[in-house]
């Protein structure tokens, strides 16, 4: 054996030891981008059937899609997820929980970025310029980071337009201009087609099916088409619906008295108190439900729990 080699090698594996060492020890200090985006299944399970009341669809689908697209090393198009229903229901709640489960951080993650229509585009004569910045912003950010995370949050106050301005990243591309977009994930939540979603609830009620005997199909197709139909639905006439570019349309169900007083018994356990059924009772009791007949599904779904449980 070589001595001179041998040291050569000592060396070059002592300064690769010392690399993916600072690497690891920096990593542990400030965020890094996961190299291979990486789900623990069980755990997102877990999380979704224990906090989230009330919507086996949204549960389901979410899953499956999130699984099924960091299990595949070379997805041929970035995820993209349509979260729709009414206020109140869980959308911002799941993406809170799913930006989690991609990077630790969640929100506060610098791989995941959160816009709201009338806070970031306020202005519709300014669509073209808004246009040009998310262009840029998500460019800037995949670059940097491959499993970036993009939510919209408000799609439904968004001006018709603005969101096809990503489209070319949405598709099937390989690279654009360098930077592949394949591995990035874009959550877009809306009111638009709660109305359609709460009437497929009612038939099921008015009907005696079970709420959870809803299925995806029962509302996917429905949903698609009566968001490309709603000029206030900020996919109106997409590009992005009818390119197919949304993977899957995910229906939130108003939620009903039952699920708000989980939302309470949830809330107070969060705060450290014990659960007092009177209280929680109470709470549900000042929500407001609808349809007028009936009152089944609460209007702002748990929205406004936390501060009613303030004033008990
Ligand atoms: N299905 C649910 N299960 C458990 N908690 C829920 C659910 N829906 C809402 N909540 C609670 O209510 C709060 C408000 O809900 P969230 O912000 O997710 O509603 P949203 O559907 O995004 O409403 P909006 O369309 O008005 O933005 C959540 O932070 C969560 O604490």
Same mark, same amino acid.
């Given at each position: ?6 040291s /050569?090698?000592l060396?070059?594996a @002592?300064?690769?030891?010392?690399l993916?060492t *600072?690497?690891d020890l920096y990593?542990?200090?400030a965020?890094c ?6 789900l623990?299944?069980?755990?997102? #399970?877990l999380?979704?059937e224990?906090?989230?009341?009330? +919507?086996h669809?949204?549960? %389901?689908?979410?899953l499956k899609?999130?699984?099924?697209f ?6 041929? $198009?970035?995820l ?6 009414w206020a109140?229901?869980?959308k911002?709640?799941?993406?809170q929980?799913?930006? %989690?489960?991609? =990077?630790a #951080?969640?929100?506060k @993650?610098n791989?995941? =970025?959160?816009?709201?229509s009338?806070?970031h585009?306020? =202005? %519709? +004569? !300014?669509?073209?310029l808004?246009?040009?910045q998310l !262009?840029?912003?998500?460019r800037?950010?995949v670059?940097?980071?491959?499993s970036?995370?993009?939510i919209?949050?408000e799609m439904? &106050?968004?001006h018709?337009? /603005?969101i096809d301005?990503? &489209?070319?990243?949405?598709?099937y591309? %390989?690279q ?6 394949? #591995?990035a994930?874009?959550?877009?939540? @809306? ?6 979603i709460?009437?497929t609830?009612l ?6 099916? $079970?709420?959870e005997d809803?299925q995806? $199909?029962?509302?996917? =197709? ?8 709603? $000029?206030?639905?900020?996919l109106w006439?997409?590009?992005?619906i009818?390119?197919n570019l949304?993977d899957y349309f995910i229906?939130?169900?108003?939620l009903?008295?039952?699920h708000?007083?989980?939302c /309470? ?7 450290? @108190? ?10 549900a009791?000042?929500m407001?439900?609808?349809? &007028?007949?009936? #009152?089944? *599904?609460s ?6 729990v936390?501060?009613r449980?303030?004033? !008990?």
């Open positions: 054996i070589d001595p001179i080699s041998v /050569v090698a060396g070059a @002592s300064v690769l030891t010392g993916v *600072y690497t990593c542990r200090f965020e981008c996961p190299k291979k985006q990486r623990n299944e069980t755990a997102l #399970k999380e979704l224990e906090k989230l009341f009330g +919507q669809l949204a549960t %389901e689908v979410i899609a999130l699984t099924g960091t299990n595949n090393n070379n997805p041929r $198009k970035p993209t997820l349509s979260l729709h229903g109140g229901t869980g911002n709640f799941v993406s929980i799913v930006a %989690e489960n991609l =990077h #951080k969640g929100l @993650s791989f995941v =970025h959160l816009f709201v009338t806070l585009f306020p =202005h %519709e +004569q !300014q669509t073209k808004y246009q040009d !262009q840029q912003w998500i800037g950010n670059s940097a980071c491959a970036s995370v993009f919209f949050d439904d &106050k968004l018709p337009g /603005v301005a990503i &489209k070319p990243f949405l598709d591309y %390989e654009i201009d360098g930077v592949s977009y394949r #591995k994930i874009f959550i877009f939540l @809306s009111n638009a087609g709660g109305d359609l709460t009437e609830a038939e099921f009620w008015r009907t005696g099916r $079970k709420r809803i995806l $199909k029962d509302m996917e =197709h429905v949903l698609s088409v009566g968001v490309f139909n709603n $000029k206030h639905s900020g006439r997409s590009r992005l009818d390119r949304i229906p939130f169900l108003p009903e008295y039952t708000v007083k989980m /309470v018994r949830a809330e107070m356990r969060a705060r450290g @108190s014990a659960v007092d059924e009177d209280i929680v009772t109470r709470v009791d000042e407001t439900f609808f349809p &007028k007949d009936e #009152k089944i *599904y209007d702002r779904g748990c929205k406004t936390q501060s449980l303030d004033f !008990q």
